[in-house]
């Protein structure tokens, strides 16, 4: 096919399906998928070519696949990224992201509102080796300041944050780490790249749990790790390549697949986000609700002027602690206990129990997760039906008979 218009000026949704695109001579349809663990060569020379570099050839499947590379290309159009690694799991992405770049000596900042695994990355495992690390409480720019007075190697943080979205000023952050010599790792899960531009506002490193929205339908498995083609070439790709941290060919076509209806998913997602945190925000029994497109939000103003939209997820906090968060789970019907986010299906998760039960009482109180605390990834179901799901939890709080709402 020839005369290809560039995909930069394709609009958000049709780069989801086009970009990157790359047919073997079959001309087949939908992407092809490489599912082989390696490569045959032409001749001994080629095979010696590919390994200094020289012959542009594919090696072997945890270096690289044609399927993966399409992936790769595609979410770096989305992102307006240079270069992208996949990797094997969101996790992966933010280990390697950071491990990668640091050294004995050097110095980690981090926003504290983190998932807890990265929590425990930067406060267990990279002090294990020589690293030193200071989290900070993301909205004090005071604290940032002071932390970022001397010589730091990497900066990371989530905004919206993982599990009662704060909402971080990324490019003061930004601004504030690069004075300090650090690259800015950004984790955009619960963003999307659909309304958010990390690099755009200053980022270095853009990491994503693929398993999230971009799969979105609780199938498989995968990270992806953006930024410049020298940082990816120079510092991650190497690391990713050597201690095995690749994503399979299978997991990335399925991904290929997902990212064509990405933006339908995430904005009847957010559409329905929204009006179930009006709903909760009136309701009896709730303490009180996170949703970056509210204007209650804490902090509604730097949303506003960083994301193009609120997010698929709320943060609410139930009346009565543990024992009223979970009476408040055990009644719903439709929505799910799960603590994965990002799905077509609606979930919900104590995170005091679960995503961050490993945390102190007094780190989960200081990021606001209380033990009536809960994250609701809200899903494709009609709003409604997901509104009455909730009046089923909160007559179990409030132990009363529960009232449907019907449209006519």
């Not at 979205?165 to 003061?172: A, G, N, Q, T, Y």
Request: net charge negative.
């Amino acid at each position: 096919m020839t005369d290809q218009p560039d995909p930069k000026s394709f609009r958000p949704a049709t780069r989801l399906i086009n970009a990157g695109l790359e047919r073997t001579p079959y001309g087949e349809t939908s992407e092809a998928m490489f599912l082989t663990s390696g490569f045959v060569y032409d001749s001994a020379e080629q095979a010696e070519g590919t390994f200094t570099g020289d012959v542009s050839h594919y090696q072997y499947s945890r270096f690289g696949n044609p399927t993966v590379s399409n992936l790769e290309r595609r979410l770096c159009d989305v992102e307006g990224a240079e270069s992208c690694v996949l990797t094997s799991t969101g996790m992966g992405a933010v280990s390697c992201a950071l491990l990668a770049q640091v050294r004995a000596g050097d110095r980690v900042v981090a926003s504290r509102a983190l998932f807890g695994s990265c929590h425990w990355i930067v406060a267990e495992l990279l002090p294990r080796y020589g690293v030193e690390t200071v989290f900070v409480d993301g909205g004090d720019m005071a604290a940032w300041q002071e932390a970022l007075d001397r010589p730091t190697r990497a900066v990371l943080l989530e905004s919206p944050s993982n599990p009662m979205l704060d909402v971080l000023d990324i490019r003061m952050i930004c601004d504030l780490a690069h004075k300090a010599g650090a690259t800015v790792v950004v984790d955009n899960v619960f963003a999307t790249p659909l309304y958010q531009k990390p690099l755009e506002l200053g980022a270095d490193v853009v990491v994503y749990s693929c398993t999230k929205h971009i799969d979105g339908q609780g199938r498989v498995l995968g990270g992806a790790v953006l930024g410049t083609a020298r940082w990816i070439d120079e510092v991650l790709r190497p690391f990713a390549r050597n201690t095995g941290n690749s994503i399979s060919p299978f997991n990335a076509w399925v991904m290929l697949k997902s990212l064509e209806t990405l933006a339908l998913r995430v904005n009847a997602m957010t559409q329905n986000a929204a009006k179930v945190a009006d709903f909760l925000a009136d309701a009896p029994g709730i303490k009180r609700v996170f949703y970056p497109g509210r204007k209650d939000h804490p902090q509604y103003e730097i949303a506003k002027k960083q994301m193009s939209a609120g997010s698929t997820l709320v943060a609410f906090e139930v009346e009565g602690g543990k024992a009223g968060a979970f009476a408040f789970m055990n009644a719903l019907r439709l929505i799910s206990i799960s603590n994965n986010l990002g799905d077509a299906r609606s979930l919900v998760t104590h995170p005091a129990t679960t995503t961050h039960m490993k945390l102190t009482p007094e780190d989960r109180a200081r990021l606001g997760i209380n033990d009536g605390a809960i994250r609701f990834s809200v899903g494709l179901e009609d709003a409604d039906d997901l509104i009455d799901d909730l009046r089923r939890g909160l007559a179990a709080l409030a132990n009363r008979p529960i009232q449907e709402h019907r449209l006519p």
